[in-house]
Structures are given as C-alpha cells and as structure tokens.
C-alpha cells in the first residue's frame, strides 16, 4: 500500500519564477492539505481540498493556489517566487476526520 | 491565531529512561496528533486523540488528551537510539478533519 507520494524531492528557482508541485495520496483517502515547513518550524497550514475544491485556507497569500483532480491527486502552485518561500513542502492526506498521513515533502530553494 | 506551546524544546537523554513532553493551547481542539520527525522526512503519524480523557498507547508510547480539551502529553518508555528525532504534536479545531495546527516541536536525543 503506497503511502503519500511527492514529486520532485528537491527543487531550485530563482525569485519571480512559478512552481508546481506535486501529491498523490494514500490509497483510500479523498481529503489533501498542504503545508510549508520553514527551517527549525512546525509545518504551517497553507490549504486544504476535498471534493475538487478548497475547503479550507490558512494564512499564506493568493501567490499560493492549487488544484485536486478526480482522482484524488493534487497540485499546489506558487506564482512569483520569493526568497522567504524556501521551505519544505509537505502534502497531507486524510479520509474525512482521520488523521493526517504526510509525504516526505518538496524541498524548495528559491535563489 | 492559535499557537501551541510545546515542551520542553529539546532534551537529552540516556537509552533505556523514560520521556515525557507536553503541549498546551489557549484554545480547545477536537483532535490532537502526535508525529515524529526524521531528517529530509515528513512527520510521521505516532498516535491520534479524539475524545477528551483519552489515554491511547502505541507500543512504548503512551500519549493522553487533557479533560480540558487544551492540552495533551506524550511518554515514550524505555527509550531507544532510534528514538531520536522532532515530536510535533498538532491540534485539529473541527471535527472534520481539517487544518492541524503545530507546535514548535521537541529534538530528542538519546545517548546509547
């Protein structure tokens, strides 16, 4: 059983570029979220998908927006890049109120 | 918003002791998870609370969801060199499974 898979592992831009990363879920789960962990941190909130659409958004601006195909899978994107947006990527799944279950993440560097 | 606060922020320990760490919020939650991080690895779900008083153990882990809804503690027994690594526990406000919301984590080290 193939738990959440992220894709790329690592990732180099420079500023004002765009990024699409991307997450497949645990088999069986419907629900994706996403989080961006800064060195040293706890990973923050950045959104959540169910259904196609987003349920839930925390505190990150508009430059951060993704997708969740019918299958499941999904995508964030981050549009003009900045250097504070270096951090590890983290992509979340869940069935309904169970817990979470995280890939190993994106680790992006923005030069 | 609401933070967490966890403890303590690192500790140092020999194989074979005891630990304890704990994590408290200003806020109620629904839910709290405990998760364990590795280097270069996403957290690793340890052990999942749902009901407030619930005390769960997970082989040598035994985690617990404070009465008031606020706060939560987790004990590993008996440690181990593998033991090692960053214990995050996250609250989850809904029932629906929705944003967790992290403490700053605890680096645990352990001495064979």
């Known amino acids: 059983d193939a738990g959440v898979t992220q894709s790329p592992t690592h990732l180099i831009k420079t500023r004002g570029q765009q990024v699409t990363l991307r997450c497949s879920p645990k088999s069986g789960h419907d629900t994706v979220s996403w989080y961006q962990q800064a060195l040293g941190q706890g990973p923050q909130f950045i959104f959540q998908?169910?259904?196609?659409?987003?349920?839930q958004r925390g505190n990150f601006p508009d430059r951060f927006s993704g997708h969740q195909f019918p299958n499941y899978s999904s995508e964030l994107n981050v549009n003009a890049l900045l250097l504070g947006d270096s951090a590890l990527y983290l992509c979340?799944?869940?069935?309904?109120?169970?817990?979470?279950?995280f890939g190993a993440g994106t680790r992006l560097s923005v030069l | 918003g609401q933070q967490l606060n966890q403890s303590p922020q690192s500790m140092f320990i020999q194989e074979g002791e005891d630990v304890s760490m704990n994590c408290t919020s200003s806020?109620?939650?629904?839910?709290w998870l405990w998760y364990k991080q590795d280097p270069g690895e996403g957290p690793v779900l340890l052990i999942a609370l749902y009901k407030a008083g619930e005390l769960t153990s997970n082989g040598r882990l035994t985690a617990q969801f404070g009465i008031t809804r606020k706060d939560s503690f987790l004990n590993i027994s008996a440690s181990i060199p593998s033991d090692v690594g960053i214990y995050f526990c996250a609250g989850q406000e809904d029932n629906q499974g929705g944003k967790l919301i992290f403490g700053q984590g605890t680096e645990l080290s352990v001495k064979p």
């Open positions: 998908y169910y259904e196609e659409e987003e349920r």
């Open positions: 979340a799944s869940s069935l309904q109120y169970m817990g979470q279950y």
């Open positions: 806020s109620i939650f629904n839910t």
